[in-house]
């Protein structure tokens, strides 16, 4: 029952996802003071949540924007200031040392820094100080979970560390590696996987380097952890899974979501950014903080995974999925 | 919300009727899952009733375990089947599941007339995965090892899909969907392994379970399967 590619039809997504992607990192670009690091940045009580974190995942989307987009595409432009901007946050990567320095055996540093290290943005002596903390025993031994894990062994491939093997031997200890029933996802389950998909692939860097068998089982399972998360507005993870869908389509063949996509565009805000969940803007007034903090954390992670996603979606190369692979008896896949 | 006295006690019958299918499943002896015939006024046209909205599933465990059925329940199941036809304007899941009814009458009484023509699938054709399996959960009864009919052939066909309407079924928690649909996966081919389906059964069955209507599915799934492996 698959139904046969409409040429028509995957232009008119294509076009969808390509303006959507434009409009959400438009509207990124104009919340960068959001982004900037503060005075907190390297204070030992500093909430890495608030400040490195949103910062690297700005500049992991906007190196693979960059990566994935030719020089002429404004996407491409706007994704490079980004990630130039960022770069510049950390003091062109001093900052990093000096985060080391308080913390030497924590891994984010490393793990954001590595980001920019990805995109040819490096600080060598940062580079040489992290490679001397990773020999020891205890570095190796941090404890974390498996998912986090193949973050770590990701960034210290990046920052020429350590090789990060095909199927490292984290990924059986992970959710989704453990090819578990797929009846049993939930919302933590779904981040887990999502990020093991991520690490693997490289964030889109090597998008066909998923084992086979995890293509396989994706292909088979997203459409019904979309549709759920999606009915339950949960718009954060849905651009998650909506990515991981991407990635998996490079060696499955398998469409655009088109459907799936839709849903997910339809709970865009004005300026084309994406809230994390559903929950009433009124309710977060609630909470702590300015307005405009208020927003900027509860849409910021999502617009970005929505850009991801779409730019994964829109750049397939053509003709790389694995024949054998291709199309799968008895699924029509999603909804279209 | 307000319901009629009626339809609760529709609603209760069916249960009822229910309960006793899955006991008799379980194997607790022959349980009279058919009210007597001659009951007569109110609850005998609710008896027939909810014979009619249990369908073809009210003689399972005498098709399953190929024991010919009580003669008194075959009464009451054969005047429910002629007792509502389908109107001209039914939805096909009613015409369906009447003509299930039909089918099993002739089974466990070839005396009786042939079952009618059956109906087509055609609105099912190009249907989502999502509406797939609603329908097909709701054609439950239809799901039987070596029973052959148009919309099994349809199943056939979709088992990933079937087996994603089941992987949405159990995240929405709506049991008897997830329930219907793990009985057609008991019986088609192609489903992939990683569904899980025997800790998928039995995991409907602990949450959705003391509902009758889902313990039923659940446990016809299972003599299903293991009548497969046998």
């Known amino acids: ?215 396989v089982y994706l292909r088979d399972w997203l459409p019904p952890w979309l549709d759920t998360c999606l009915e339950a507005g949960l718009w954060d993870l849905a651009g998650e899974l909506l990515a991981v869908a991407a990635i998996a389509a490079r060696t499955t063949g398998e469409e655009v979501p088109a459907d799936d996509w839709r849903r997910l565009l339809a709970a865009r805000g004005p300026s084309g950014e994406v809230p994390l969940n559903d929950r009433d803007l009124d309710e977060l007034a609630a909470g702590p903080g300015s307005d405009g903090d208020r927003y900027f954390l509860h849409h910021y992670h999502s617009t970005l995974m929505a850009v991801f996603a779409a730019v994964l979606a829109v750049t397939r190369p053509a003709g790389r999925a694995a024949p054998a692979a291709a199309g799968r008896p008895g699924g029509q896949g999603a909804p279209s | 919300m307000e319901q009629s006295g009626t339809s609760t006690r529709l609603q209760a019958a069916v249960q009822d009727l229910a309960s006793g299918v899955v006991s008799a499943l379980r194997g607790g002896g022959h349980a009279h899952v058919v009210p007597p015939v001659g009951t007569d006024g109110e609850a005998g046209d609710l008896a027939l009733a909810a014979v009619r909205v249990l369908g073809a599933d009210a003689l399972l465990p005498g098709l399953l375990s190929r024991t010919p059925p009580d003669p008194a329940e075959l009464a009451v199941f054969r005047k429910a089947v002629e007792a509502y036809p389908p109107r001209g304007d039914a939805a096909p899941t009613v015409r369906w599941s009447h003509w299930a009814m039909a089918r099993t009458l002739r089974r466990a009484d070839p005396s009786s007339a042939e079952p009618p023509h059956e109906p087509d699938t055609a609105w099912l054709d190009g249907a989502t995965w999502q509406v797939l399996t609603h329908q097909l959960a709701v054609l439950a009864p239809l799901a039987l090892p070596g029973e052959d009919c148009a919309v099994s052939r349809l199943a056939a066909g979709r088992p990933v899909d079937v087996a994603r309407g089941f992987v949405r079924a159990v995240r929405r928690r709506d049991w008897r969907q997830a329930a219907g649909a793990g009985r057609w996966l008991t019986l088609l081919p192609g489903v992939p392994d990683t569904v899980g389906l025997d800790t998928g059964l039995d995991f409907v069955e602990l949450m959705g379970g003391q509902d009758p209507l889902v313990a039923l599915q659940v446990q016809a799934a299972r003599r299903m399967r293991t009548g497969a492996r046998g």
Do not use: N
């Open chain 1, 1 to 215: 029952m698959s139904a046969p590619a409409d040429p028509h039809r995957t232009h008119r997504i294509a076009g969808a996802l390509r303006a959507a992607a434009a409009d959400a990192l438009a509207w990124t670009d104009s919340r960068r003071a959001d982004f900037a690091l503060g005075e907190d940045a390297l204070a030992s009580d500093g909430e890495v949540d608030r400040s490195w974190k949103p910062l690297g995942e700005l500049a992991q989307v906007c190196a693979t924007v960059a990566r994935l987009t030719e020089p002429a595409d404004p996407l491409h432009a706007r994704a490079r200031g980004l990630l130039d901007f960022a770069w510049q946050e950390t003091h062109e990567g001093e900052l990093f040392l000096r985060l080391q320095r308080l913390e030497p055996f924590a891994t984010y540093p490393l793990e954001v820094y590595s980001v920019f290290a990805s995109a040819g943005l490096r600080h060598p002596a940062f580079e040489q100080a992290g490679a001397v903390v990773a020999r020891t025993r205890g570095w190796r031994l941090t404890e974390q979970d498996p998912t986090r894990r193949l973050g770590v062994l990701r960034a210290e491939e990046r920052c020429g560390i350590h090789r990060f093997g095909q199927t490292p031997p984290e990924l059986p200890q992970t959710w989704l590696g453990g090819l578990p029933e797929p009846w049993t996802f939930g919302r933590d389950a779904g981040y887990a996987l999502t990020h093991v998909v991520f690490h693997l692939a490289d964030w889109g860097r090597d998008a066909s380097a998923l084992p086979p068998d995890l293509a």
